[in-house]
T-cell receptor
């Protein structure tokens, strides 16, 4: 079966760095996405990785290792507004997105 | 770019009525649109995939006669919840992707449906 695993909840301090991991097992792979979702709102696109390595975009970076079925989202210089759920999703062989359950990130002052 | 809108943002209706939700891609042509449902504190659940001009493909367990999807143009898809019941109360979110960026789905802001 297809499976996406990510931690349910994480807590970090304002100004710090946090890494949210995602492991996946899917039938085929056409890329991995990270989305941010604030409570009561729709997801917003953060990043897309299809090749191995690190993609940096401002305070957010995303890493992919296809051989390990692993990705992480790295958030630097955390701000209170970063408190949200972070969703990992993999595009499978049919280009359908398989979603993880999301990681709720709590930022404390 | 890649902005998706939904209308209405919030709707309250009586049990037994039908509700139509519109999803529009504002600055691109969406070859494929997706409809998701999200219950509180749960992840997104794909309901159906629609391609312009063809019938929607529904996920297992989603009643196609209850959730009518029309993708009449490259910028508009509609979801109609027919004979809505309280258990249909949920957050409905559409997303769209276009041929120029075959992977990324861009999400609309969502529609919160409450059936009394």
């Amino acid at each position: 079966g297809q499976n996406i695993d990510q931690p349910t909840e994480m807590t970090a301090t304002e100004g710090a760095i946090v890494q949210i991991n995602c492991t996946y097992q899917t039938s085929g792979f056409n890329g991995l996405f990270w989305y941010q979702q604030h409570a009561g709102e729709a997801p917003t696109f953060l990043s897309y990785n299809v090749l191995d390595g690190l993609e940096e975009k401002g305070r957010f970076s995303s890493f992919l290792s296809r051989s390990k079925g692993y990705s992480y989202l790295l958030l630097k210089e955390l701000q209170m507004k970063d408190s949200a759920s972070y969703l990992c999703a993999v595009s499978d062989s049919n280009y359908q997105l398989i979603w993880g359950a999301g990681t709720k990130l709590i930022i404390k002052p | 770019g890649a902005v998706v809108s939904q209308h209405p943002s919030r709707v309250i209706c009586k049990s037994g009525t039908s509700v139509k939700i519109e999803c529009r891609s504002l600055d691109f042509q969406a070859t494929t649109m997706f409809w998701y449902r999200q219950f509180p504190k749960q992840s997104l659940m794909l309901m159906a995939t629609s391609n312009e001009g063809s019938k929607a493909t529904y996920e297992q367990g989603v009643e196609k006669d209850k959730f009518l999807i029309n993708h009449a143009s490259l910028t508009l898809s509609t979801l109609t919840v027919t004979s809505a019941h309280p258990e249909d109360s949920s957050f409905y979110i559409c997303s769209a992707r276009y041929s120029g960026e075959a992977e990324t789905q861009y999400f609309g802001p969502g529609t919160r449906l409450l059936v009394l």
